[in-house]
């Protein structure tokens, strides 16, 4: 049977079907397409409106300008100023070594710095911001943002930096910023820890008051293209800078404290001994925090780690040191106290048997006859020597406390070195011996075990003046009640203050320390030895080998209100350290003639501190330039490094068996005629004492 013809009926009929299979298909692709639009559009408006806007709006976010740092009248010690900048976003860098070099042309890069960023750049994570350049002029900024198309992965702006007018002299004290570094932005998850040019507190009152400080990041919206040019700003909130802090801190003193210590290496604390506010806390030398918050470079970390003098060590807090006859004052209030009589008196022929042993005083033609007073101002050994093992080291080892010598101070620093104070107790504990005569010898001269802090020097010189529990302070309380009375006589104190006026102003040991103004000061000196005299004498030879020089004091001697503690590492004993003290608290009473000896000595030693800090930094660039073997440590290693550089010396580690031969102590007394035997002291003991 054949096929049916094909009619057009049948045609039609076929077109028609398959036209409605098409036409179907076409239907449901259609109704699935608007339905998907549709969702889009309404249910997912909301999500790629947000897309859409940030494909043509930028948010940025602008660091906030940190909380000033001021001193007791206001001035900054630590402040913001405008600057211009230009950081590196590694993981946006094309071409590193074409960038870095450009960018060396374009800033002016000496060698050193172009090598210093290229260290940085391989220790950064991809996403932490790397400082090529700060605190730019306007042309060297502009010339950077002019080539930003050929140079991805810069970010030039413009914002405010940490500046610290004062540099080095505020370097402990205050601290200093940097980048936050990969620990840190684990520990945080905050955005604005990597935004560029934003620093945190790494070191001093700048870490401890972190949270204060910071302030809340500002905001920046700008429309951009696909290839990133700005089109227009849509709108900036603004920062809020951090909130400031106010130190007891005189910053004009604190300044000349730290230039007046000079060439030498050490420490100077002032105090107010009614209040317990500390105008001046110096440790010398130090580092400039504008350095450190620019990022440090490798010449100049070169000069700080291989300094001998430990720059970065806070010597008035984690510093220890034999306090050396500082002590005296102390020792003899412990001696009053337990019912001794000033005038009970010794005769010091420059020694004193004790068994079959004789202990030497500094002055080996002896003083004579010797009381109270006169073993305070003439600083005599065989005194204390005699009447310390009558009243025992228990007795003394108390009063030390009670004055704040090893006791650990409400400071707001990471860690304090506390030092020693020696006892029978003490030394059974740790080495499991017992308390020997020539442990109290050694104690009674600041020697052996006993070891301090200039801080804990300060605070006791601030205890014997006022008779009051100073406690130091560095934030600032105009409201803050007065310290309470710590129960001493007045008349011993009084006794006490005549005697260590007498060292000063009549026949003591630092008459060269008398203030040039109409006010009298009370000090006691101090030498405290490094090594054997079968080493080296103390006075002179390598640096250290030197004895330390001590002086605490107080003015005016009869009204105290200011207290001060110098201590001068290997500066060949007491006589290095008094002529400062004198300076230092003259500038209190007289500021012009201070800065007049000041400007004296700094045209000796070469100007100012920043100017002696740059001419060592050319002479180290000179030698090193771009091959100074060190690279720089990234932020991490930077902090422990410093924290390594402040470790304080370590307690004796073996046990004393020997009386500490006593150094010199007055140098311009050496050769002074042997005193009378009957001289008295001329000091008019208190109205009422209980005798031995």
């Known amino acids: ?133 700060a605190s730019l002029d306007w042309e060297r900024y502009a010339s950077v943002t002019v080539r930003l198309p050929e140079l991805p992965g810069v970010i030039p702006q413009q914002g405010f930096s940490r500046f610290y007018p004062t540099g080095a002299a505020v370097g402990h004290l205050v601290g200093y910023v940097g980048a936050a570094s990969a620990e840190d932005y684990e520990k945080e998850r905050n955005p604005l820890l990597v935004t560029p040019g934003f620093k945190i507190g790494k070191d001093g009152l700048e870490k401890h008051f972190e949270t204060r400080l910071r302030g809340v990041p500002g905001a920046r919206r700008v429309e951009a293209t696909a290839s990133g040019r700005i089109v227009r700003d849509l709108g900036t909130r603004e920062d809020v800078p951090g909130k400031p802090i106010q130190l007891t801190i005189n910053a004009g003193l604190q300044d000349y404290a730290a230039r007046r210590i000079g060439l030498e290496s050490g420490s100077v604390v002032v105090m107010d001994c009614e209040t317990g506010d500390i105008l001046a806390m110096a440790s010398m030398p130090s580092f400039d925090p504008n350095s450190f918050s620019d990022g440090i470079g490798r010449i100049e970390w070169k000069m700080l780690s291989e300094d001998d003098h430990v720059p970065l060590r806070n010597k008035v807090l984690r510093g220890l040191y034999p306090p050396g006859s500082t002590v005296k004052p102390m020792i003899a209030m412990s001696f009053l106290e337990a019912g001794l009589d000033p005038s009970a008196s010794v005769g010091c022929g420059g020694g004193l048997r004790v068994g079959n042993r004789v202990f030497h005083c500094w002055n080996r033609r ?172 103390g006075k002179s030879g390598q640096w250290k080998y030197r004895d330390h020089g001590h002086f605490i004091a107080f003015a005016p001697f009869d009204k105290p209100k200011y207290a001060c503690a110098v201590v001068i590492e290997h500066g060949g004993g007491s006589s290095a350290a008094y002529p400062i003290a004198r300076d230092v608290m003259t500038y209190i009473f007289d500021q012009a003639k201070a800065m007049e000896v000041l400007d004296g ?40 490094r410093v924290e390594e550089g402040r470790k304080p010396a370590d307690a004796p580690a073996t046990v004393q068996t020997d009386a500490a031969a006593p150094r010199p102590e007055p140098e311009q007394q050496v050769s002074a005629p042997t005193p009378s035997p009957t001289a008295s002291s001329g000091v008019t003991p208190p109205a009422a004492t209980v005798g031995q």
């Open 366 to 537: 002896g003083h004579g006859t010797v009381d109270m007073a006169k073993a305070i101002y003439q600083s005599c050994d065989v005194y204390f020597y005699h009447f310390a093992q009558k009243i025992g080291m228990d007795t003394i080892a108390t009063m030390a406390r009670r004055l704040g010598m090893g006791q650990e101070f409400p400071m707001p620093y990471p860690g304090q070195s506390y030092g020693t104070v020696p006892d029978p107790a003490w030394k059974k504990k740790k080495y499991d011996k017992d308390w020997a005569v020539y442990d109290t010898v050694n104690a009674t001269i600041g020697q052996g075990y006993m070891l301090s802090n200039p801080l804990q020097q300060a605070v006791m010189a601030s205890r014997i003046a006022s008779g009051r529990e100073v406690m130091p302070r560095l934030l600032l309380d105009r409201n803050a009640p007065q310290p309470k009375s710590m129960g001493f006589r007045q008349d011993h104190l009084d006794y006490i203050h005549a005697a260590m006026s007498e060292v000063v102003n009549g026949r003591g040991t630092a008459g060269r320390a008398k203030l040039p103004v109409d006010v009298l000061m009370a000090g006691k000196t101090g030498t405290a030895q490094v090594v054997g005299l079968n080493i080296a004498n």
């Open 1 to 133: 049977m054949g096929k049916l013809p094909v009619t057009s009926a049948v045609l039609t009929n076929r077109f028609e079907r398959r036209t409605f299979v098409l036409g179907a298909l076409q239907g449901g692709v259609g109704l699935m397409l608007a339905t998907r639009l549709g969702y889009l559009a309404v249910a997912q408006n909301e999500k790629y409106q947000a897309a859409s806007e940030s494909n043509r709006v930028n948010l940025t976010l602008i660091p906030p300008r940190r909380g000033w740092v001021l001193d007791r009248f206001g001035k900054a010690l630590a402040s913001n100023r405008a600057d211009f900048r230009v950081d590196i976003i590694p993981d946006r860098v094309v071409d590193r070594d074409r960038t870095m070099e450009t960018l060396a042309g374009l800033l002016s890069l000496p060698p050193d710095k172009v090598r210093d960023i290229r260290d940085k750049l391989d220790k950064a994570r991809g996403f932490q911001p790397v400082e090529v350049a």
């Open 601 to 640: 000595f700094e045209k000796q030693w070469g100007g100012n501190v920043q100017q002696r800090m740059a001419a060592r930094y050319d002479v180290f660039a000179a030698k090193y330039g771009a091959s100074a073997p060190k690279p720089v440590p990234d932020d991490a290693e930077l902090t422990e």
